[in-house]
């Protein structure tokens, strides 16, 4: 059984890929890369407009060794790529620390969600958190709450969403669609 920690599922037929979905509608995933908590954000974007699909986190317990941690985050990564017709991924490039171990095994987790791209096939782009800043607030040095104001106004929610990873994940997915694809498209530059 896969951990999802799942808020405020948003869905209709067309996204779990049941129904027709309407031309020129980009369905972009957002993630939040780490080992405990991989947030993750799907929203609609059209005609400069957002609508949101779902969002929530794949968590993995800190008892397990880090293999099946690893594979959970996979498991859940391809549930995701089963479950919605998504058109484009955007993820947050890791941010090095003094941390060295923490920085390797979110490494590894990133590496196996790129993986799980990979094997959907999905382009696959990634950005720095100045970059998710920059496509958010329109300031690259902005401050996590101005971030989670703005991602709340841009997907018109209630309240913010909850953890952190959440909504980092759906800010990586609004600057995507905002970025016009400033960021590097992984796959390309393997080659």
């Known amino acids: 059984m896969l951990y999802f920690f799942i808020c405020d599922k948003i869905k209709s037929n067309a ?3 049941i129904g027709p979905i309407e031309e020129g509608i980009m369905i972009i995933l957002g993630i939040d890369p780490g080992l405990a908590i ?5 929203v609609e974007y059209k005609n400069s407009r957002f609508r ?3 969002y929530g986190a794949i968590t993995t317990p800190a008892g397990m060794s880090v293999v099946e941690r690893l594979e959970r985050i996979y498991k859940g990564m391809n549930q995701l790529f089963h479950m919605y017709d998504i ?5 947050e ?5 003094k941390n060295v171990k923490t920085a390797i095994t979110v490494a590894q ?7 799980s791209c990979q094997h959907h096939a999905k382009p696959t782009y990634e950005y720095t958190p100045l970059q998710v800043k920059q496509g958010v607030c329109g300031y690259g040095r902005a401050d996590k709450s101005q971030v989670q ?4 106004s841009f997907l018109n929610l209630k309240e913010i969403p909850k953890p952190d990873d959440v909504a980092d994940a759906l800010a990586v997915a609004i600057c995507h669609a905002h970025s016009n694809r400033m960021g590097k498209e992984l796959s390309k530059f393997d080659k």
Do not use: H, P, Q, W
């Open 15 to 17: 996204y779990l890929g």
């Open 38 to 42: 991989i947030g993750y954000g799907l």
């Open 149 to 152: 104001k703005m991602v709340t």
């Open 87 to 91: 058109d484009e991924v955007g993820i």
């Open 109 to 115: 987790a990133r590496g196996v969600i790129l993986l």
């Open 52 to 54: 949101t699909i779902d």
């Open 93 to 97: 490039e890791l941010f090095f620390n």
